[in-house]
């Protein structure tokens, strides 16, 4: 299998993941040969073509954006990346061509090799799609292959495109399409998103899909909450390093924006190309009013944290020193076969 024009310009401009060859060749990501105590987990992202996949991979996972995506082309056939995320784990993200004569194919010919060991399925829907009926049969199908190769596979559905929809209709034409999906998906279940490249909605969906993959997620969310209480911050958010994407999050108090995770992901991903475009490299960041104070900061060698405080008699020193003396436990947590251990309070 060769590599589509649009890979090959993603790996000369070094903005993502090395794509591998042909299907069952060695593993590698980004120039890493994978050890052999590596985390992998399968996720299959399908769809018909020119409904976005290849776009929003690029955005979350290579650096793109949105305006930039104009340039890839389609996928041809099945394009591989091995995305490392989080010390050991290791997402291994089969993007799969979504034209009539390719989706034939995996359901036929290459159905085991496709749906054998899915970890989750992430099927993307264009919301303006003229193929309705053909877009639910080939996601039937999906289904179909999914329950016979790896019936303990999530389920994810993506209506894509929702900015080309009239925004005092979107609320309603999404939730008929989830409810049709929701219906087409039994006996198995699904989770539905809305989606655009254009904001921070496909932060959400994904920050979502890659929650479900993290293998000790309830151990960090338990030391998270320890450590937010130890010093009595208001929220604490941890970001993947590479793609800003949410993976944990604690919060003692209230707060009104129930989509800011995503927003930060998304502004400060932003900021962070903005920066590498003047070879510049972003570290750590203290936004501060009358109200809070936030601290987003380098955590662990995987990840960064955000610590929001409310305390005025709280020294930004201070967070900072806790912030520092914190990471030597999280790092230990990243290791999917590291000890299990407690942030206690002292």
């Known amino acids: 299998m060769e590599e589509s024009d649009s890979e090959k310009k993603m790996e000369k401009e070094n903005l993502g993941p090395r794509m591998d060859s042909p299907l069952g060749e060695p593993e590698g990501s980004l120039g890493w040969v994978l050890p052999n105590t590596a985390m992998k987990k399968k996720v299959l992202l399908m769809g018909k073509s020119g ?54 194919n995996y359901f036929t010919s290459q159905r085991d090799n496709i749906f054998r060991n899915v970890e989750v399925l992430i099927y993307v829907f264009d919301v303006e799609s003229r193929e309705l009926e053909k877009d639910m049969h080939y996601y039937q199908s999906c289904l179909e292959a999914i329950l016979q190769n790896s ?25 008929e399409r989830e409810e049709d999906l929701r219906r087409l998906s039994r006996p198995l279940e699904c989770s539905c998103f809305r989606t655009s490249i254009w ?39 941890l970001f993947e390093r ?46 501060r009013n009358s109200n809070f104070a936030a601290f987003i900061d380098i955590f662990t060698s995987n990840t960064y944290v955000m610590v929001v405080m409310s305390d005025p008699s709280i020294p930004s020193a201070a967070t900072l020193i806790n912030i520092r003396n914190a990471r030597k436990h999280f790092e230990k947590l990243e290791r999917v076969d590291g000890p299990k251990q407690c942030l206690l309070m002292r």
């Not at 995320?85 to 997402?91: D, E, Q, R, S």
């Not at 019936?151 to 939730?175: G, N, S, T, Y």
């Not at 979502?208 to 208001?234: K, T």
């Not at 190309?273 to 203290?286: I, R, T, Y």
């Open 199 to 237: 904001d921070e909605t496909l932060y959400k969906a994904w920050s979502s899909i890659v929650y479900q993959l993290i293998p000790n997620v309830q151990q960090l969310e338990m030391n998270l909450r320890n450590f937010a209480e130890i010093i009595e911050a208001d929220e604490v958010l």
């Open 242 to 287: 590479a793609t800003f994407l949410v993976i944990s999050h604690y919060q003692c108090k209230e707060q009104r924006d129930a989509h800011r995770f995503e927003k930060i992901s998304n502004i400060i991903k932003q900021f962070k190309l903005s920066c590498s475009k003047l070879a510049a490299s972003f570290q750590s960041m203290e936004v």
């Open 51 to 104: 409904s976005g996949k290849t776009s929003m991979r690029s955005i979350i996972f290579a650096n793109y954006i949105a305006r930039d995506t104009r340039r890839l082309g389609a996928t041809i056939d099945v394009e591989h990346s091995h995305v490392r995320f989080l010390g050991n784990l290791v997402l291994n993200l089969w993007d799969c061509g979504g034209q009539d004569t390719f989706m034939e």
């Open 151 to 175: 019936p303990d596979a999530k389920i994810f559905c993506l209506v894509h495109k929702m900015d080309l929809v009239q925004e005092d209709q979107r609320d309603l034409i999404f939730k």
